[in-house]
C-alpha cells in the first residue's frame, strides 16, 4: 500500500510502513490510548487528510520492539474482527 510494505487480514489493512513511519489499524479506544504517547500522530498520507483508523507508532519504539508488538497484535485482533472486504470484480 502507497508503495511500501503493508500487512492484510480479511483483505483489511492492519499494519504498514509510510516513508519512515510504522502505522497500525486500532479501535477508537486504542487510537485514543495511543494518541496520548509522545510521538504518536494519525497517519496522512496526504496533508491535512488522515486515515481516521491508523495512527503512527512513535520512532521511538522501534528499538523497544515488545511494546511495538503489542500495538501490532492489538492492530490484528481489532482488524480481523471487521468484515471481511469485497473483492471488485
Known amino acids: 500500500m502507497f508503495g511500501n510494505i503493508s500487512a ?3 483483505g483489511n489493512m492492519f499494519p504498514g510502513l509510510f516513508g519512515n513511519d510504522l502505522f ?3 479501535s ?3 487510537r485514543k490510548e495511543l494518541l496520548e504517547k509522545e510521538g504518536a500522530s494519525m497517519l496522512e498520507p496526504m496533508k491535512g487528510r488522515p486515515m481516521k ?3 503512527v507508532i512513535p520512532k521511538a519504539w522501534w528499538k ?3 511494546t511495538a508488538r503489542k ?3 492489538r492492530s490484528l485482533d481489532w482488524t ?3 468484515p471481511p472486504k469485497k473483492k471488485e470484480k
Do not use: A, P
Open 8 to 10: 492484510f487480514v480479511n
Open 24 to 26: 497500525v489499524r486500532l
Open 28 to 30: 477508537e479506544e486504542n
Open 53 to 55: 483508523e491508523y495512527v
Open 64 to 66: 523497544q520492539h515488545e
Open 71 to 73: 500495538w501490532i497484535i
Open 80 to 82: 480481523s474482527k471487521l
